[in-house]
Protein backbone atom coordinates (compact mmCIF):
# COMPACT_ATOMS: atom_id res chain seq x y z
CA UNK A 1 0.00 0.00 0.00
CA UNK A 2 1.19 3.66 -0.36
CA UNK A 3 0.70 7.05 1.35
CA UNK A 4 -1.66 9.71 -0.23
CA UNK A 5 -1.54 13.66 0.81
CA UNK A 6 -2.99 16.09 0.02
CA UNK A 7 -0.92 19.65 0.03
CA UNK A 8 -2.63 22.66 0.37
CA UNK A 9 -5.11 21.72 -1.84
CA UNK A 10 -8.05 24.08 -3.75
CA UNK A 11 -10.90 24.12 -5.91
CA UNK A 12 -12.77 26.99 -7.04
CA UNK A 13 -15.44 26.70 -8.99
CA UNK A 14 -15.94 30.19 -11.04
CA UNK A 15 -15.11 33.53 -8.44
CA UNK A 16 -17.83 31.98 -5.78
CA UNK A 17 -17.91 28.59 -5.25
CA UNK A 18 -14.92 27.32 -2.81
CA UNK A 19 -15.22 24.08 -3.03
CA UNK A 20 -11.73 23.05 -1.33
CA UNK A 21 -10.03 25.50 0.88
CA UNK A 22 -6.10 25.11 1.18
CA UNK A 23 -6.78 21.48 2.57
CA UNK A 24 -3.72 19.74 3.98
CA UNK A 25 -4.20 15.90 4.87
CA UNK A 26 -1.46 13.20 4.95
CA UNK A 27 -2.93 9.48 5.06
CA UNK A 28 -0.39 6.36 5.47
CA UNK A 29 -0.23 3.50 3.95
CA UNK A 30 -2.85 1.08 4.84
CA UNK A 31 -5.08 3.45 6.55
CA UNK A 32 -8.48 3.70 6.85
CA UNK A 33 -9.87 7.46 6.86
CA UNK A 34 -13.24 8.83 6.56
CA UNK A 35 -14.34 12.04 5.46
CA UNK A 36 -17.47 12.78 7.29
CA UNK A 37 -19.74 16.23 7.09
CA UNK A 38 -22.84 17.88 5.94
CA UNK A 39 -23.65 17.54 2.19
CA UNK A 40 -21.76 20.68 -0.03
CA UNK A 41 -18.68 20.17 2.29
CA UNK A 42 -16.21 19.55 -0.33
CA UNK A 43 -15.92 15.56 0.20
CA UNK A 44 -16.65 14.47 -2.88
CA UNK A 45 -14.36 16.82 -4.20
CA UNK A 46 -11.70 15.58 -2.20
CA UNK A 47 -12.64 11.85 -3.84
CA UNK A 48 -12.70 13.61 -7.74
CA UNK A 49 -9.28 15.62 -7.26
CA UNK A 50 -7.49 12.28 -5.81
CA UNK A 51 -8.73 9.79 -8.60
CA UNK A 52 -7.47 12.66 -11.51
CA UNK A 53 -11.49 13.09 -12.70
CA UNK A 54 -10.61 16.72 -11.91
CA UNK A 55 -7.44 19.19 -11.13
CA UNK A 56 -6.78 21.37 -8.01
CA UNK A 57 -7.22 25.03 -9.09
CA UNK A 58 -4.07 25.00 -7.02
CA UNK A 59 -2.04 22.82 -4.19
CA UNK A 60 -0.62 19.48 -5.44
CA UNK A 61 -1.53 15.73 -4.61
CA UNK A 62 1.03 13.24 -4.21
CA UNK A 63 0.68 9.38 -4.37
CA UNK A 64 3.40 7.65 -2.64
CA UNK A 65 5.32 10.85 -2.67
CA UNK A 66 4.99 11.72 -6.01
CA UNK A 67 3.31 14.18 -7.41
CA UNK A 68 0.48 12.58 -9.57
CA UNK A 69 -1.37 16.04 -10.68
CA UNK A 70 -0.12 14.98 -14.14
CA UNK A 71 -1.50 11.63 -14.12
CA UNK A 72 -4.17 10.27 -15.82
CA UNK A 73 -6.75 8.18 -13.78
CA UNK A 74 -6.26 4.86 -14.90
CA UNK A 75 -2.28 5.48 -14.23
CA UNK A 76 -2.80 6.60 -10.28
CA UNK A 77 -3.73 2.59 -9.06
CA UNK A 78 -7.08 3.52 -7.48
CA UNK A 79 -9.88 1.68 -7.39
CA UNK A 80 -13.25 3.09 -6.54
CA UNK A 81 -16.87 2.36 -5.74
CA UNK A 82 -19.84 4.54 -5.49
CA UNK A 83 -23.35 4.84 -3.82
CA UNK A 84 -24.94 4.01 -7.11
CA UNK A 85 -23.00 1.04 -8.24
CA UNK A 86 -22.74 1.80 -11.74
CA UNK A 87 -22.19 -1.79 -13.21
CA UNK A 88 -22.59 -2.51 -16.61
CA UNK A 89 -26.04 -4.22 -17.10
CA UNK A 90 -25.06 -6.11 -20.53
CA UNK A 91 -22.42 -7.83 -18.64
CA UNK A 92 -22.67 -11.03 -16.01
CA UNK A 93 -21.18 -10.19 -12.84
CA UNK A 94 -17.68 -12.04 -14.21
CA UNK A 95 -17.72 -9.58 -17.11
CA UNK A 96 -18.28 -6.82 -14.84
CA UNK A 97 -15.42 -8.32 -12.67
CA UNK A 98 -13.19 -8.23 -15.68
CA UNK A 99 -13.53 -5.23 -16.88
CA UNK A 100 -10.55 -3.14 -15.78
CA UNK A 101 -8.41 -6.32 -16.66
CA UNK A 102 -9.50 -6.43 -19.73
CA UNK A 103 -9.03 -2.66 -20.49
CA UNK A 104 -5.47 -3.44 -19.20
CA UNK A 105 -5.28 -6.03 -21.95
CA UNK A 106 -4.08 -8.34 -19.31
CA UNK A 107 -3.79 -12.09 -20.84
CA UNK A 108 -6.87 -14.42 -20.69
CA UNK A 109 -5.64 -16.97 -18.37
CA UNK A 110 -4.66 -14.29 -15.69
CA UNK A 111 -7.95 -12.56 -16.05
CA UNK A 112 -9.22 -15.91 -14.94
CA UNK A 113 -7.28 -16.36 -12.17
CA UNK A 114 -7.58 -12.98 -10.95
CA UNK A 115 -11.24 -12.92 -11.35
CA UNK A 116 -11.83 -16.09 -9.52
CA UNK A 117 -9.85 -15.01 -6.31
CA UNK A 118 -11.78 -12.04 -6.30
CA UNK A 119 -15.04 -13.58 -6.47
CA UNK A 120 -13.81 -16.09 -3.51
CA UNK A 121 -13.14 -12.66 -1.59
CA UNK A 122 -16.18 -10.72 -1.88
CA UNK A 123 -18.24 -14.66 -1.41
CA UNK A 124 -20.00 -13.81 -5.46
CA UNK A 125 -18.96 -17.32 -6.59
CA UNK A 126 -22.15 -18.81 -7.55
CA UNK A 127 -23.02 -15.65 -8.93
CA UNK A 128 -20.70 -15.32 -11.30
CA UNK A 129 -23.06 -15.83 -14.51
CA UNK A 130 -25.65 -13.97 -13.04
CA UNK A 131 -26.52 -10.02 -14.89
CA UNK A 132 -27.02 -7.17 -12.38
CA UNK A 133 -30.29 -6.88 -12.83
CA UNK A 134 -30.90 -10.26 -11.28
CA UNK A 135 -28.83 -9.17 -8.15
CA UNK A 136 -29.88 -7.76 -4.70
CA UNK A 137 -28.43 -4.00 -4.03
CA UNK A 138 -26.21 -5.44 -1.73
CA UNK A 139 -24.69 -8.03 -4.14
CA UNK A 140 -24.64 -5.33 -6.98
CA UNK A 141 -22.15 -3.01 -4.56
CA UNK A 142 -20.14 -6.35 -3.73
CA UNK A 143 -19.87 -6.69 -7.53
CA UNK A 144 -18.74 -2.79 -8.06
CA UNK A 145 -16.10 -3.66 -4.54
CA UNK A 146 -15.29 -6.46 -6.54
CA UNK A 147 -14.06 -4.93 -9.45
CA UNK A 148 -12.29 -2.20 -7.90
CA UNK A 149 -10.15 -4.48 -6.15
CA UNK A 150 -9.72 -6.58 -8.93
CA UNK A 151 -6.33 -4.97 -10.26
CA UNK A 152 -4.56 -4.83 -6.80
CA UNK A 153 -5.21 -0.62 -6.12
CA UNK A 154 -2.92 0.83 -3.84
CA UNK A 155 -5.88 2.97 -3.07
CA UNK A 156 -9.28 2.43 -2.67
CA UNK A 157 -11.68 4.91 -2.77
CA UNK A 158 -15.68 4.46 -1.70
CA UNK A 159 -18.23 7.91 -2.54
CA UNK A 160 -21.19 6.71 0.35
CA UNK A 161 -21.16 2.94 -0.64
CA UNK A 162 -23.61 1.75 1.78
CA UNK A 163 -25.57 4.94 0.89
CA UNK A 164 -28.93 3.25 -1.14
CA UNK A 165 -28.82 -0.36 0.93
CA UNK A 166 -31.22 -0.74 3.46
CA UNK A 167 -30.10 -1.16 7.44
CA UNK A 168 -29.13 -5.44 7.66
CA UNK A 169 -26.91 -5.08 4.66
CA UNK A 170 -25.53 -2.35 5.13
CA UNK A 171 -24.73 -4.01 8.71
CA UNK A 172 -22.81 -7.01 6.48
CA UNK A 173 -21.10 -4.64 3.79
CA UNK A 174 -19.71 -2.67 6.20
CA UNK A 175 -17.80 -5.47 7.89
CA UNK A 176 -16.84 -6.98 5.02
CA UNK A 177 -15.45 -3.70 3.60
CA UNK A 178 -13.67 -3.83 6.90
CA UNK A 179 -12.11 -7.30 6.73
CA UNK A 180 -11.04 -7.12 2.57
CA UNK A 181 -9.54 -3.98 3.38
CA UNK A 182 -7.16 -5.47 5.93
CA UNK A 183 -6.27 -8.40 3.85
CA UNK A 184 -5.67 -6.06 0.77
CA UNK A 185 -3.79 -3.72 3.25
CA UNK A 186 -5.35 -0.93 0.97
CA UNK A 187 -5.37 2.77 1.78
CA UNK A 188 -8.90 3.64 2.06
CA UNK A 189 -10.51 7.39 1.67
CA UNK A 190 -14.63 6.71 2.44
CA UNK A 191 -17.50 9.07 2.28
CA UNK A 192 -20.11 9.16 4.63
CA UNK A 193 -22.32 11.73 6.48
CA UNK A 194 -23.26 8.31 8.48
CA UNK A 195 -21.48 8.75 12.12
CA UNK A 196 -22.14 5.12 13.30
CA UNK A 197 -20.08 3.77 9.57
CA UNK A 198 -17.29 6.20 10.73
CA UNK A 199 -16.67 4.61 13.72
CA UNK A 200 -17.05 1.12 13.16
CA UNK A 201 -14.65 1.50 10.12
CA UNK A 202 -12.09 4.24 10.43
CA UNK A 203 -8.60 4.27 11.72
CA UNK A 204 -8.88 8.40 11.52
CA UNK A 205 -11.84 10.25 10.98
CA UNK A 206 -11.54 13.68 9.01
CA UNK A 207 -14.64 16.38 9.38
CA UNK A 208 -15.23 18.68 6.79
CA UNK A 209 -16.90 21.83 7.00
CA UNK A 210 -17.14 24.31 4.22
CA UNK A 211 -14.43 22.74 2.54
CA UNK A 212 -11.92 22.76 5.02
CA UNK A 213 -11.20 20.52 7.57
CA UNK A 214 -12.62 21.15 10.96
CA UNK A 215 -11.30 18.30 12.89
CA UNK A 216 -9.26 15.22 12.64
CA UNK A 217 -9.70 12.71 15.35
CA UNK A 218 -9.75 9.28 16.02
CA UNK A 219 -12.99 7.56 15.79
CA UNK A 220 -13.60 7.26 19.64
CA UNK A 221 -12.84 10.57 20.02
CA UNK A 222 -15.56 11.73 17.93
CA UNK A 223 -18.10 13.12 20.21
CA UNK A 224 -21.64 11.27 20.60
CA UNK A 225 -24.51 12.38 19.41
CA UNK A 226 -26.74 13.38 21.49
P1 LIG B 1 -19.94 16.90 -0.60
O1 LIG B 1 -19.36 15.71 -1.28
O2 LIG B 1 -19.39 17.09 0.78
O3 LIG B 1 -21.43 16.90 -0.61
P2 LIG B 1 -18.92 18.36 -2.89
O4 LIG B 1 -17.47 18.10 -2.87
O5 LIG B 1 -19.74 17.55 -3.83
O6 LIG B 1 -19.49 18.21 -1.40
O7 LIG B 1 -19.19 19.88 -3.20
C1 LIG B 1 -18.52 20.97 -2.54
C2 LIG B 1 -19.02 22.29 -3.12
O8 LIG B 1 -18.59 22.42 -4.46
C3 LIG B 1 -20.54 22.39 -3.16
O9 LIG B 1 -20.88 23.74 -2.89
C4 LIG B 1 -20.88 22.03 -4.59
O10 LIG B 1 -22.08 22.64 -4.97
C5 LIG B 1 -19.68 22.59 -5.33
N1 LIG B 1 -19.40 21.85 -6.58
C6 LIG B 1 -18.98 20.55 -6.68
N2 LIG B 1 -18.78 20.20 -7.96
C7 LIG B 1 -19.08 21.31 -8.70
C8 LIG B 1 -19.06 21.60 -10.10
N3 LIG B 1 -18.70 20.67 -11.00
N4 LIG B 1 -19.41 22.84 -10.49
C9 LIG B 1 -19.76 23.77 -9.59
N5 LIG B 1 -19.80 23.58 -8.27
C10 LIG B 1 -19.46 22.36 -7.82
P1 LIG C 1 -18.65 -15.89 -21.05
O1 LIG C 1 -19.92 -16.54 -21.50
O2 LIG C 1 -18.14 -14.87 -21.99
O3 LIG C 1 -17.62 -16.85 -20.54
P2 LIG C 1 -18.94 -15.21 -18.28
O4 LIG C 1 -19.76 -14.18 -17.62
O5 LIG C 1 -19.20 -16.63 -17.90
O6 LIG C 1 -19.14 -15.00 -19.83
O7 LIG C 1 -17.39 -14.89 -18.02
C1 LIG C 1 -16.74 -13.70 -18.37
C2 LIG C 1 -15.25 -13.88 -18.14
O8 LIG C 1 -14.98 -14.03 -16.74
C3 LIG C 1 -14.77 -15.14 -18.83
O9 LIG C 1 -13.92 -14.75 -19.87
C4 LIG C 1 -14.00 -15.91 -17.80
O10 LIG C 1 -12.60 -15.80 -18.04
C5 LIG C 1 -14.25 -15.24 -16.49
N1 LIG C 1 -15.07 -16.08 -15.59
C6 LIG C 1 -16.34 -16.50 -15.74
N2 LIG C 1 -16.77 -17.19 -14.69
C7 LIG C 1 -15.75 -17.23 -13.83
C8 LIG C 1 -15.56 -17.78 -12.52
N3 LIG C 1 -16.50 -18.45 -11.86
N4 LIG C 1 -14.37 -17.61 -11.94
C9 LIG C 1 -13.41 -16.93 -12.57
N5 LIG C 1 -13.51 -16.37 -13.77
C10 LIG C 1 -14.67 -16.50 -14.40
Redesign the pocket.
Known amino acids: STSVEFRNVSRRYGANVHALRSVSLTIAPGEFTTLLGPSGSGKSTMLKLLAGFDKPTSGDILIGGTSAIAQPPHRRGIGMVFQNYALFPH?????N??FPLRVREMA?DE???R??DV?AVTRL?NL??RYPRELSGGQQQRVALARAIVFDPQVLLMDEPLGALDRSLREQLKLEIKRIQQQFKMTVLFVTHDQDEALVLSDRVVVMRDGGIEQISPPHELYQRP
Open positions: MSVAEVADVRRVALEAA
